[in-house]
């Protein structure tokens, strides 16, 4: 079997520590479209679809966005799977028919996350396992058929549809990303809680996050097997 494609529809309107995280934990072939500038794929013909993390709402009156969501149902359609990260899992929640809204506070830093599910994307994480966050919207429904996969008590941190799955959490970062995310939360939170935040994240808070980080392995499992049983049906269709 060839090596895995995907098409990484990166939101970050600065992509650089989003660049270099995807591209560090997935062994695969990324695409990367720049989803803030409307410039996205002209088809699905991919054997995964990645959306990363953004500092925009979904609700937000800005063109490109409407668009990223319509080619992420499109994908959802045509059963290609799909992992939602942050920014994505919201847009992901939309593209399939729930819903999200603004959050009464914001969460940020590194957070205590549960999931009960036996869900193979969740395969070797521990049931309380510790993620970075950072994000002030959440999905508040679900999509139809949607199961909630993880949660705490900010709402819903994991979703799964069929072949596409959604995490509000970022399982990519490493300390640079982390620390420069918070400092960029000044205006917004406070130096108080920020630098609380900073002085939280350590190496062995970080080490700890690296738990998560099965996801993306577990996501790649599953879309070698779609992929392996999408070939062994076109072989017997010859």
């Not at 990223?68 to 059963?79: F, K, T």
């Not at 399939?96 to 603004?102: E, N, T, W």
């Not at 193979?120 to 139809?144: C, I, K, N, Q, R």
């Amino acid at each position: 079997m060839s090596r895995l494609r995907f098409a990484l529809l990166n939101a970050a309107h600065d992509g650089e520590h989003t660049r270099r995280n995807f591209r560090r934990e997935f062994d695969a072939d990324l695409v990367e479209f720049d989803a803030t500038d409307a410039r996205l794929p002209e088809h699905t013909d991919f054997d995964g679809v990645v959306i990363t993390g953004s500092r925009s709402s979904v609700y937000w009156d800005e063109a490109w966005i409407p668009e990223l969501v319509d080619y992420v149902s499109e994908a959802a359609d045509d059963g290609v799977p799909v992992l939602g990260v942050c920014y994505g899992h919201q847009v992901l929640a939309e593209a399939l028919g729930g819903r999200v809204a603004g959050m009464d506070g914001f969460e940020l830093g590194y957070n205590t996350v549960r999931h009960d599910a036996d869900d193979e994307l969740f395969a070797d994480v521990p049931e309380s396992f510790t993620v970075f966050t950072s994000h002030g919207d959440a999905v508040v429904d679900l999509p139809p058929g949607a199961t909630l996969l993880a949660e705490n008590e900010h709402g819903v941190h994991a979703f799964r549809e069929g072949h596409c799955w959604g995490v509000q959490f970022h399982p990519e970062y490493d300390v640079e990303t982390a620390e420069d995310v918070a400092e960029g939360k000044r205006d917004r939170l406070g130096d108080a809680r920020v630098d609380d935040v900073l002085a939280n994240i350590t190496p062995e808070a970080f080490e700890a996050a690296c738990e998560a980080k099965a996801i993306f392995d577990n996501f790649l499992a599953y879309a070698e097997g779609v992929k392996r049983d999408r070939e062994a049906a076109a072989a017997a269709d010859d």
